[in-house]
């Protein structure tokens, strides 16, 4: 059986450290990716998907000391889903990739800074805001 997602896509904030009780690094973030295509009248559509990314121990301190807002990524990894119950007893649930390896496809002069300096800004398209999922 074969679990493997393979995505190229930007970030959407910088990523957010946390650590285990038992003090394993954790890194989250989102990724945006975009497909377009020309529908039936000929007008040109795009759509895009927020995929939520976790890495662990060292992959994630290389994600929170390099990847930041804007970057453009490559990340390999496994579909996971995490249940849980929140504050309120109701039974909630999350699909993410857990990344095994990062490429960052930006320079470190590239992205949004890069874009601020000729006169462009870099806005990811707004992503859907969850609640708290707790570790």
Known sequence: MINKVILIGRLGADPEIRYTPSGAEVATFR???SETWTNKSGEKEE???WHRIVAWRGLAKICG???SKGKLVYIEGRLRTRA???RDGNKRSTTEIEATEMKMLSGPGDGPK???EAGEEYTPPA???EEDIPF
Request: aromatic content about 12%; glycine content about 0%; overall charge negative.
């Open 47 to 49: 759509k895009t998907e």
């Open 65 to 67: 000391e390099y990847l």
């Open 84 to 86: 849980w119950e929140d």
């Open 114 to 116: 890069k874009a601020k």
């Open 127 to 129: 992503m859907k805001e």
């Open 31 to 33: 990724i945006a990716t």
